[in-house]
């Protein structure tokens, strides 16, 4: 059977680009497909067959991916992936549209259905950092790309969904069923030195504005605990100039080795965001850690009383209290790890491969 992998864009990592990699040893000789792919970024891939789009060779473009999303349909649209069997697409944006075969299977693993144009449009328009006049422009191809998307969804064969809370945003947005199927996250055993810091607490992740940094940097302006910041973003300047507290760090970017020291070590994750899923929460479980997280979204799946804290709302007080209730409770770091073994990655991998055998048998069977 040969198979393609199909995903938006291959340029930073996060827990999209992950998955990717998870399901690349699953298919070990699949060929992949993306828009723009910066190698340096992604040493796993140095002897893979990578397809990229013509958004690659257009300058600018090929280094802000995000001002190309216009051209994103055409862009998987005109991937020909007549040759395959079966298609994956990890999709968070435009990745699903590829157009194949009746008798090719096209099965899109979907992270979440485009927040930019769905549930999030109005906030993603209000925070982007560009002009009000070029705003005005983009709600108007904003909408244009609502209706594309949905036509797109159509040609799926067959959804999976990261989660029960994405799995309830295809059924209302491409009124389609799906099958949940978790991402994993990596169980290490490795002992990590302390970093020189420590009584902190630690937010990682893209700064960005859906997953709420500003709301965590106006919390310890309050507070004035100690706050570790890993990852970068279109808001980085933002929220350094927001940010009043001697006792925050921001470290950008940094290797997993690196970030994995500061997660095992932390007094607790703070994830104040509404996620579609969310790996970052289990990288941290998967240490011990505790988790500080907003009742909603992916992490009502990830963690429970036992391994962190809730909060109800996106307020500094809401955070700030949760912050104080987890300081006078006890965690035992045992249980922690233990729940985040229920979503590793060799369970994620063998759940995909069985269930994408299954929708394969059926639909050879269909197209007999």
Same mark, same amino acid.
């Given at each position: 059977?040969?198979?393609?992998?199909?995903?938006?864009?291959?340029? @930073?990592?996060?827990?999209?680009?992950?998955?990717?990699?998870?399901?690349?040893?699953?298919?070990? +000789?699949?060929?992949?497909?993306?828009?723009?792919?910066?190698?340096? /970024?992604?040493?796993?891939?140095? +002897?893979?067959?990578?397809?990229?789009?013509?958004?690659?060779?257009?300058?600018?473009?090929?280094?802000?991916?995000?001002?190309?999303?216009?051209?994103?349909?055409?862009?998987?649209? /005109?991937?020909?992936?007549?040759?395959?069997?079966?298609?994956?697409?990890?999709?968070?944006?435009?990745?699903?549209?590829?157009?194949?075969?009746?008798?090719?299977?096209?099965?899109?693993?979907?992270?979440?259905?485009?927040?930019?144009?769905?549930?999030?449009?109005?906030?993603?328009?209000?925070?982007?950092?560009?002009?009000?006049?070029?705003?005005?422009?983009?709600?108007?191809?904003?909408?244009?790309?609502?209706?594309? +998307?949905?036509?797109?969804?159509?040609?799926? +064969?067959?959804?999976?969904?990261?989660?029960?809370?994405?799995?309830?945003?295809?059924?209302?947005?491409?009124?389609?069923? @799906?099958?949940?199927?978790?991402?994993?996250?990596?169980?290490?055993?490795?002992?990590?030195?302390?970093?020189?810091?420590?009584?902190?607490?630690?937010?990682?992740?893209?700064?960005?504005?859906?997953?709420?940094?500003?709301?965590?940097?106006?919390?310890?302006?309050?507070?004035?605990?100690?706050?570790?910041?890993?990852?970068?973003? /279109?808001?980085?300047?933002?929220?350094?100039?927001?940010?009043?507290?001697? /006792?925050?760090?921001?470290?950008?970017?940094?290797?997993?080795?690196?970030?994995?020291?500061?997660?095992?070590?932390?007094?607790?994750?703070?994830?104040?965001?509404?996620?579609?899923?969310?790996?970052?929460?289990?990288?941290?479980?998967?240490?011990?850690?505790?988790?500080?997280?907003?009742?909603?979204?992916?992490?009502?799946?990830?963690?429970?009383?036992?391994?962190?804290?809730?909060?109800?709302?996106?307020?500094?007080?809401?955070?700030?209290?949760?912050?104080?209730?987890?300081?006078?409770?006890?965690?035992?770091?045992?249980?922690?790890?233990?729940?985040?073994?229920?979503?590793?990655?060799?369970?994620?991998?063998?759940?995909?491969?069985?269930?994408?055998?299954?929708?394969?048998?059926?639909?050879?069977?269909?197209?007999?």
């Amino acid at each position: 059977m040969k198979v393609a992998l199909v995903t938006d864009w291959l340029t @930073s990592r996060g827990g999209a680009e992950e998955v990717v990699l998870d399901m690349l040893e699953v298919y070990p +000789d699949a060929h992949i497909y993306t828009s723009v792919f910066k190698p340096k /970024n992604f040493p796993e891939l140095k +002897d893979k067959k990578v397809i990229t789009s013509f958004i690659q060779k257009l300058p600018l473009l090929n280094r802000k991916h995000q001002i190309a999303i216009s051209l994103m349909p055409l862009a998987f649209e /005109n991937f020909d992936l007549s040759s395959y069997d079966m298609i994956i697409s990890s999709s968070v944006a435009c990745s699903k549209g590829v157009i194949t075969k009746p008798e090719t299977l096209h099965v899109s693993y979907c992270h979440t259905p485009m927040r930019f144009v769905w549930n999030d449009c109005h906030n993603y328009i209000k925070n982007f950092p560009l002009p009000n006049f070029i705003k005005k422009l983009a709600t108007n191809q904003l909408h244009k790309l609502r209706m594309w +998307d949905y036509l797109a969804s159509q040609r799926v +064969d067959q959804f999976f969904a990261n989660s029960e809370n994405v799995r309830k945003r295809i059924k209302k947005y491409y009124k389609q069923d @799906s099958i949940v199927i978790h991402p994993g996250t990596k169980i290490s055993s490795k002992n990590h030195p302390k970093p020189k810091e420590s009584n902190y607490y630690i937010a990682v992740g893209r700064l960005i504005s859906y997953k709420r940094f500003d709301l965590i940097i106006k919390a310890f302006n309050q507070n004035k605990k100690n706050l570790i910041i890993i990852g970068d973003g /279109n808001m980085t300047k933002k929220l350094h100039k927001l940010n009043t507290n001697p /006792n925050t760090k921001f470290l950008g970017f940094v290797d997993n080795e690196t970030k994995n020291q500061y997660l095992q070590h932390a007094n607790a994750l703070i994830f104040p965001q509404e996620e579609d899923f969310g790996i970052t929460p289990l990288e941290a479980q998967s240490f011990g850690t505790p988790v500080i997280a907003l009742d909603k979204g992916g992490a009502k799946e990830t963690v429970s009383d036992q391994t962190g804290v809730f909060f109800q709302n996106q307020t500094t007080q809401d955070l700030n209290q949760a912050i104080q209730e987890f300081e006078v409770r006890k965690f035992n770091k045992n249980i922690i790890k233990e729940h985040a073994k229920t979503f590793s990655k060799q369970i994620f991998q063998n759940k995909l491969k069985s269930n994408l055998e299954k929708a394969y048998a059926k639909h050879k069977k269909e197209m007999a």
